[in-house]
């Protein structure tokens, strides 16, 4: 018997000892959760295990009663797990996660969580024609941005310009926020509230409220006319879009002069212009602050007999008078294009182009176009900012229909921008010159980049409930000084551009020894020896979009931008 008793003995401590081993060899690194940004009342949690191994699972005990296990997946050798439930009211709530290996529960967390809820509010803002303090009949959205700043519990959180906003309010119960205008166009006056102050006050998670800010317009004796452009060209087509603003109070007269390129002749236009002479388009119209001017410009393919992908075409654009206007660089616009092989309507292009010096402000334009067969009801974009930008330095610029803007943060440190249109209701591509829009915003690149640093950026447009459309990718690198000046008479040329399958580079091998060719976040994606004048590189398995050819060698280095098609 003592024998027996021996053995259970050292069976239990082995049992006991594997268990602890166990234990340490797999446990939580780390959990964390979230309000979810719709408001509904779902709250994540993110689990991370030191070690992964097929089988593991972790359960989580919620504190409402609901207990989720949930299978936990490889994330470069760690285990990683995503859970959520549902909180229904607020409260403090107790959340428990176990880490389950091998049937083993071997490690565990405990997390308490105030769930306080969250609640959306909408601030847009309007001309009240009849001033009853009331948006209704009669009454016009506003089209330029407002300064706004918001205060939650007297501390200030943010400021945006914005001509009309999404917010997310976070606090239990009872807390207050408040939005304060804080700049206005000229001649612009704040009547409902007589404050410029619109005051929430949580009352209960998962709501959403909608306020305005009435406004009135009092005539100055000055103005400020602006145009902003979008081109697209293919070898059988091209568009030209120009909207026209005012943003100060008083209207104005203007006379709007395109210039096209000789290259290309005018085909039709909408509204139909006052005069057309040759290649110079001239319309004559008034534009109010609150309504802004929107034209159109098409190139029909008997007109294009001889562009080949790869031409230059130049447009420039005059708006006029100048004489009372109170920024004149805005007036003028001149645009150097190149014709592309495929073109979608839905397009995206930034100003200035290329390379920049570190903390230029960049301008986006986002052009969209209904080309199906039924009215767009509902657009909204999302536009991923790069992490090379800074977030708050974000400026609306100008729009075409009523907007409202949000700045969404994501994975700790990122930022997507998201433009609504509600009830927009744009017609579809049978209403020529009626089926498009624009939204143009300025955004500060980060003063600190170093040399070299690309700063990519796109957006996907959402009509209704169809698909993403994707737009073009466009692209600024932080420029590089060159640190050995590169001979006049070295000839480079790589070809086609844009490219399907085969890149060429053309160039002197005794100058340049090797290519790189790197994608937009600057990593290398092709790396090769230049061993003779002409090097073919094969690019057919890279994905489409932007790329870099940098040569490098003793006498300096040189880098070309070409197309994956």
Same mark, same amino acid.
């Given at each position: 018997m003592k024998k027996i008793y021996l053995f259970l003995t050292i069976l239990t401590a082995m049992l006991a000892s594997s268990s602890r081993i166990s234990a340490q060899l797999y446990h939580i690194t780390g959990a964390a959760e979230s309000?979810?940004?719709s408001c509904n009342g779902h709250v994540g949690a993110h689990v991370m295990t030191n070690t992964y191994t097929v089988g593991q699972a972790i359960e989580i005990s919620w504190g409402n009663a609901t207990v989720d296990t949930v299978n936990v997946t490889n994330m470069a050798g760690q285990g990683n797990a995503q859970g959520s439930t549902i909180y229904t009211s607020v409260g403090a709530y107790t959340i428990k996660y176990v880490l389950i290996n091998a049937g083993q529960r071997v490690d565990s967390q405990t997390h308490n969580f105030n769930y306080n809820g969250c609640q959306h509010i909408s601030i847009s803002s309007y001309n009240d024609i009849n001033n009853n303090c009331v948006f209704d009949a009669g009454d016009i959205p506003n089209y330029f941005p407002l300064t706004i700043e918001i205060d939650s519990s007297n501390v200030v959180i943010d400021t945006v310009d914005a001509c009309g906003l999404y917010f997310i309010h976070y606090g239990p119960p009872g807390t207050i926020y408040t939005y304060k205008i804080i700049a206005t166009p000229p001649g612009i006056t704040v009547t409902c509230p007589l404050s410029g102050i619109i005051y929430d006050t949580v009352n209960a998670p998962n709501q959403h409220a909608h306020k305005y800010f009435a406004l009135n317009c009092a005539p100055v004796p000055a103005y400020d006319l602006a145009e902003h452009v979008s081109i697209g060209i293919k070898p059988t087509w091209a568009y030209i879009n120009i909207h026209v603003t005012n943003t100060d109070c008083n209207g104005a007269n203007a006379t709007l002069v395109a210039n096209l390129s000789p290259k290309i002749a #005018?085909? %039709? $236009?909408?509204?139909a212009p006052t005069t057309v002479v040759g290649n110079?388009? +001239?319309?004559? #119209?008034?534009? $109010?602050?609150? !309504?802004p001017q929107y034209v159109t410009l098409a190139v029909d393919t008997p007109f294009i007999p001889s562009l080949t992908v790869g031409d230059t075409l130049q447009y420039s654009f005059y708006l006029t008078p100048t004489a009372g206007d109170t920024n004149v660089s805005n007036n003028t616009v001149i645009r150097v294009d190149t014709v592309k092989a495929a073109w979608d309507p839905n397009y995206k292009n930034v100003s200035p182009q290329g390379d920049i010096t570190a903390g230029t402000r *960049?301008?986006?334009? !986002?052009?969209?176009?209904?080309?199906g067969n039924d009215t767009a009801r509902n657009i909204h974009i999302l536009d991923t900012l790069s992490d090379n930008v800074t977030p708050? +330095?974000?400026?609306?610029?100008?729009?075409? $229909? @009523?907007?409202? +803007?949000?700045?969404?943060?994501y994975g700790g440190s990122h930022y997507i921008l998201k433009f609504d249109f509600p009830n927009i209701n744009l017609p579809d591509s049978s209403h020529h010159g009626h089926d498009a829009g624009m939204v143009v915003?300025?955004?500060?690149?980060?003063?600190?980049?170093?040399? %070299?640093?690309? !700063?990519?950026?796109?957006? %996907? !447009?959402? #009509? @209704?409930?169809?698909p993403v459309v994707m737009t073009n990718q466009v692209v600024n690198k932080i420029h590089v000084p060159e640190k050995v000046e590169i001979l006049n008479s070295t000839k480079i040329a790589v070809f086609p551009n844009p490219v399907n399958d085969l890149l060429t580079i053309t160039t002197d091998m005794s100058t340049y020894s090797t290519i790189e060719i790197t994608n937009t976040l600057g990593q290398i994606v *092709?790396?090769?020896?230049?061993?003779?004048?002409?090097t073919k590189i094969n690019v057919k398995t890279l994905p489409a979009g932007i790329y870099f050819a940098n040569l490098k060698g003793e006498m300096g280095n040189k880098t070309i931008k070409f197309e994956k098609l």
């Open positions: 309000v979810d940004t #005018f085909s %039709g $236009a909408y509204p110079t388009v +001239t319309w004559n #119209f008034g534009v $109010a602050a609150y !309504i *960049l301008e986006y334009t !986002i052009h969209f176009q209904n080309t708050n +330095t974000f400026n609306l610029v100008s729009t075409t $229909a @009523d907007v409202y +803007t949000e700045l969404i943060k915003y300025n955004i500060q690149s980060k003063p600190t980049l170093p040399p %070299g640093t690309y !700063i990519p950026n796109r957006a %996907g !447009i959402y #009509f @209704d409930v169809n *092709l790396k090769q020896s230049i061993k003779q004048n002409n």
